[in-house]
């Protein structure tokens, strides 16, 4: 059972990695960390050759603060990285296990799933589609998602999967951003039982965007739609007669592999960058060391393709592993709020990885619903995307864990596109709430606003001092904005995460949260100003400020305090009309907690909106100092608002 270890007072809620669970770990020697500070590159190194390369690298790295080059010279293809080396060993493997809302199960091989893959790869190379031709993905979780990512891997076609749920406008913003010419979608998908009409939400999107010419469509669950005569086709009549093999791009370690857009503190989505040698060495080690992969695992990664976790630890990384993985369709809460357990006692998963906020839901549905299956297959569970609240660990190690399986809460971003910090669960002794250590190879500090290391116990910022292989390399045709979000705090060699962090007296890093204008809504990333920027293009909106709220379950809420312009009035209908604008313009995941109206926000005396005063009235604290304020007034007034929610 879970070995608490019990060597002093401040230990007792300490867990030790089980002492069957260490012997049998990939990574079970402590020696691992001081080895590779010694040697960071060597210990890159001696894990690319792992990997299929068609060419060697000349160099490991290549750091001209703030770019980094990775395996410079070398050259190999991501997707035969992930199907084709996998065939002499593991051609009948199982690589993917599907399962739909509706209960639908759909399994393909490697060698299935490789000959899927080049079918499509031919489809879009038929298309006219090419080396460096930014591919859209906009599908939710099916298997087609994935065959779509890695067929783009395949023909170097860098590919921008759009989370399914975000709204056509949305899709329209990162398709113009990426200038995509093609686009792949489905005619409609279920969620909690109601249809979510896709291909409708793209025709609305790309509308008044004239790039896109191809539209590949997946008939998904036979929902009526139109189909624009020469740009829309279906999916299933362009695959009939495709060939079934298709030689791979060779591509170079430093081509870009895929785009991520991700949200920032300005109005505008970034698109982060990530290239292919140094992300598949990294996604590649980073998986088996922290995941413990082996061989007979069945992975279940609950996220979504649409983010970065569904491309580091759903795809490529457990799949250039060949491993087993599990991917879901649905919600967690149909048919019933068993679903995740049935599913996991159903497919036999080993190794379950997903996010606080579904932890904090399960543990607010109660145990009883695990209760229901035989869960006793799962010996690793991890946990990304937020900071784990210790309440909601322990919760996860004694219910889901059965208080025997070792946790990996890991701290990464899109930006990093590889785990940064986590324990090595045949290693390290976890602290309920704490994402413990730097990976093997990643050296990581707190500092202070001038650079300096803070003291153990007090709070600053997270902040990565060496250069790794997955790091994004620019912004997608943003190149200052690059530079200015992550290499402009300290030096042009320090990464600033935008995360508040502190150390303990172990060295253990605690992640506190985001310290820029990022909201986490369920572990989704929203930008305070993008939700501003949309806010007031609404007509009857002057000014907004939008903020996260501490929340139980979801991490934070949004609130957005709203002015109206003059001769608008104040009403409930306005609200809703509101909170309805934000979704339809971003999503629904991205619903407001609240809109609540004031004739003035807080403001600098250049008229600059404080978020951090808005924030703290959100979050019922002392605004702190508020004398520069234009009104300082506006902050009473706000706080009474903010009360009033409360107790309605
Ligand atoms: C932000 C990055 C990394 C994949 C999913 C999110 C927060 C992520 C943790 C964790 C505390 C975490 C940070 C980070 N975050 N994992 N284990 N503990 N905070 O990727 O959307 O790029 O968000 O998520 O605030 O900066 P993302």
């Known amino acids: 059972m879970g070995e608490k270890s019990d060597t002093s007072e401040k230990d007792v809620t300490d867990f030790r990695p089980p002492e069957d ?9 402590p020696e691992i960390y001081s080895r590779t500070e010694k040697d960071p590159q060597g210990f890159w190194e001696e894990n690319a050759e792992n990997l299929h390369w068609h060419r060697k690298w000349d160099s490991v790295l290549e750091w001209e603060p703030p770019h980094a080059r990775w395996f410079t010279g070398g050259k190999l293809n991501a997707c035969y990285n992930c199907l084709d080396v996998n065939l002499q060993k593991r051609a009948d493997k199982t690589a993917i296990i599907w399962e739909g809302e509706r209960g639908d199960i759909r399994k393909y091989t490697y060698k299935e799933l490789l000959e899927e893959v080049c079918r499509f790869a ?62 792949i979608t489905c005619d409609g998908y279920s ?53 079934s093999s298709c030689e791979p791009e060779i591509m170079s370690s430093e081509d870009m592999l895929f785009l991520m857009y991700t949200s920032g503190t300005t109005g505008k989505p970034k698109g982060i960058v990530h290239t292919t040698g140094g992300y598949m060495v990294a996604t590649h080690t980073t998986t088996r060391f922290v995941f413990d992969l082996k061989d007979e695992d069945i992975y279940w990664c609950t996220a979504d393709c649409g983010w970065i976790t569904g491309h580091s630890y759903l795809v490529y990384g457990p799949l250039a592993n060949g491993a087993t993985i599990v991917t879901y369709e649905g919600a967690p809460d149909h048919p019933e709020k068993d679903r995740y357990w049935d599913l996991i006692e159903r497919h036999k998963v080993t190794i379950l990885y997903t996010a606080p906020t579904a932890i904090r839901t399960f543990m607010k549905w109660g145990p009883s619903w695990p209760q229901m299956h035989d869960i006793s297959t799962l010996r690793l569970i991890g946990s990304v995307g ?67 290391e803070v003291e153990p116990g007090k709070d600053g910022y997270l902040a990565i001092m060496e250069p790794w292989p997955s790091m994004v390399r620019t912004v997608f045709g943003n190149e200052e904005r690059f530079i200015e979000t992550y290499w402009s705090k300290w030096d042009n060699r320090t990464y600033f995460a935008g995360d508040g962090a502190k150390m303990d007296e172990d060295g253990y890093f605690w992640i506190i949260g985001r310290v820029d204008d990022v909201i986490k809504v369920s572990g989704h990333r929203i930008g305070s100003a993008e939700f501003e920027s949309i806010l007031v293009s609404h007509p009857s909106v002057a000014e907004a400020g939008v903020v996260g709220k501490e929340d139980e379950l979801r991490g934070e809420v949004i609130y957005c305090y709203v002015t109206l312009r003059s001769g608008i009035k104040e009403s409930e209908e306005l609200k809703k009309e509101l909170r309805m604008y934000a979704e339809k313009n971003i999503g629904p995941f991205a619903r407001p907690r609240h809109i609540i109206f004031s004739d003035d926000l807080p403001k600098t005396r250049s008229g600059k909106i404080m978020r951090r005063v808005l924030k703290a009235i959100a979050n019922e604290k002392d605004p702190g100092d508020v004398s520069t304020l234009q009104d300082p007034a506006v902050v009473e007034s706000l706080k009474e608002r903010t009360k009033m929610l409360e107790s309605s």
């Not at 669970?21 to 020697?29: E, G, K, L, P, Q």
């Not at 589609?129 to 783009?152: F, H, N, Q, R």
């Not at 989370?163 to 093609?182: K, P, Q, V």
């Open 191 to 243: 969620r909690r039982g109601k249809i979510v009409e896709q291909k409708n939400k793209v025709d609305d999107g790309i509308r008044s965007c004239g790039l896109v010419e191809k539209v590949i469509v997946v008939r998904h669950i036979e929902n009526d739609v139109s189909m624009k005569d020469g740009r829309d086709v279906w999916w299933h009549e362009v695959m009939k007669g495709s060939d």
């Open 122 to 183: 031919n489809v879009l190379k038929g298309m006219g589609v090419g080396k460096g031709d930014i591919v859209t993905i906009y599908l939710p979780m099916i298997p087609e998602v994935i065959i779509s990512m890695l067929a783009c891997a395949r023909i170097g076609a860098p590919h921008s999967v759009v989370f399914a749920a975000f709204s056509g406008e949305s899709l329209a913003t990162r398709i113009g951003d990426a200038n995509s010419r093609i686009l």
């Open 21 to 29: 669970f260490a012997r049998n770990a990939i990574v079970n020697d």
């Open 386 to 452: 937020e900071p784990i609240n210790p309440g909601a660990w322990l919760w996860y190690h004694e219910n889901i864990g059965q208080g025997r399986c070792p946790i990996v809460d890991t701290w990464w971003q899109t930006e990093t596109g590889m785990i940064m910090i986590s324990p090595l669960p045949g290693i390290t002794t976890t602290k309920p709430g704490c994402a413990t250590l730097p990976m093997p190879g990643i050296k990581a500090a707190v500092l202070d606003e001038k650079g300096n």
